[in-house]
């Protein structure tokens, strides 16, 4: 079964090592997170594979990495000086400030139960700074909310420093800020995140073609990581909830305990983000067409998804409990190259962990993600690894010094079989290309 809460998502992130409050010992940071030993692996995995999957298709997609500070002209051509903000409001009797469209002005407020509030006002939601020291006349920076500008700001840089040609993609996984009035629901909207976005520009005509190609292919990497199909669906913007620069826009849409809500976006920006940069900068973003001898600003496709929110749903959709003769376990079904931990090596016993810990240096020099364990009964062991989502346990017992065997069991069919000690990276290679 997999009824699972939100809360039981927090309380194993915190005791497993995956996510912790940031700040913690301070009395905590609202909206920003730490992430711990298997957090920190996870999350390297999520962005390996979605590296691999946007680079290592049939079109052309290369990767960059931008800064995350930018001056006030970038974020003013791309329009979020003036129009990223959300709707606020205040309750006038404790002061408790929520997002205008999240709350029922008609009712009281949830926190103090009056009913008296101020006027609904835009919140700007970049984080605002300066560069240099106030004294030699510092200058207005921010940090990015979206990565996206730092692709549209070097698009031209990639295209003649680099074996690419239109139509071709560029990539980019990093921090983004969002001063979010009210972040909720723990990963889900966090005020410092992570995103994994790509630009992929192509001719105006091209454009429709495209953003149908990449709706499904982003549901498709969605699937090849293992999150239930049934639990995604696509749903197109109205026009009334699309983003400033948005031509149109389908969300890829998951089933979270609190409803259907986006995951990741993809949009048709039109040639909106060019066109403003060149506006803005005086500089030539357009691009030569050799068939029609003539220039144009190219059109582009965006897919936007956070690594957090991603993070989130991959543990939702992996949790599940079940029974093992007649004694529960908790295990996340997580698939073998999102899982933390991919392999845990079990001695039966204290005395056997020449061979045992043998077998694990060489599988961590191989860069196996792997983990020793011999403290506590096997079932124990077992329970502790299901509960991170290990994939495959190796337990060495008293026959493995003899017949350089050990037993493989499968945290999803609990299924045990006995290969040779020298077959292990194979067999373990063999379920990562699952
Ligand atoms: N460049 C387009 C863009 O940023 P967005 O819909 O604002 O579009 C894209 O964000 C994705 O980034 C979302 O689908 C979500 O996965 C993630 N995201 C956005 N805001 C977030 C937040 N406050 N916390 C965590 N993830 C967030």
Known sequence: MSNVTLEQIVSLCKR?????????IYGGFNGVYDFGPLGALMR???????VQYMTGGKDEVVLMDGSILG?????????????????????????????????NLEKACPHCGNKKWTDIREFQLMFKTELGSLAESATTAYLRPETAQAIFINFKNVLTSSRVKIPFGIAQVGKAFRNEITPKQFLFRMREFEQMEMEFFCKPEQADEFFTKWVELRKQFFIAIGITPEKIRLREHEADEMAHYAKCCTDVEYEFPFGFKELE???????????QHAKHSGKDLSVYNDETKDSYVPYVIESSVGVDRLFLTLLFDAYHEDEIEGEKRLVLRLHPRIA???????????????GAEKLYRELKKKGVSVQYDAAG?????????????????FTYDFDSVDDNNVTVRDRDTLKQERIAIDAVPDYIAKVLAR
């Not at 497993?16 to 913690?24: D, H, K, T, V």
């Not at 390297?44 to 979605?50: E, G, H, P, Q, Y």
């Not at 976006?265 to 066109?275: E, H, T, V, Y």
């Not at 933390?340 to 020449?354: F, H, M, Q, V, W």
């Open 265 to 275: 976006g993809i949009a048709n920006r039109g040639n909106f983000d060019l066109s």
């Open 44 to 50: 390297r995995n999520i962005k390996d594979a979605w």
């Open 340 to 354: 933390p931990i991919t392999a845990a090596i079990l001695p039966l016993s204290k005395k056997l962990s020449e």
């Open 71 to 103: 001056p006030e002209s970038v974020w003013q051509a791309s329009g979020h000086v003036e129009g990223f903000s959300d709707p606020m409001v205040d309750c006038l009797e404790c002061k408790k400030r929520y997002r205008a469209d999240d709350i």
């Open 16 to 24: 497993r090592g995956f996510a912790y409050q940031s700040s913690e």
């Open 377 to 393: 009964s096997i079932g124990k062991r077992y329970r502790r690894q299901d509960e991170i989502g290990t994939p495959l346990c």
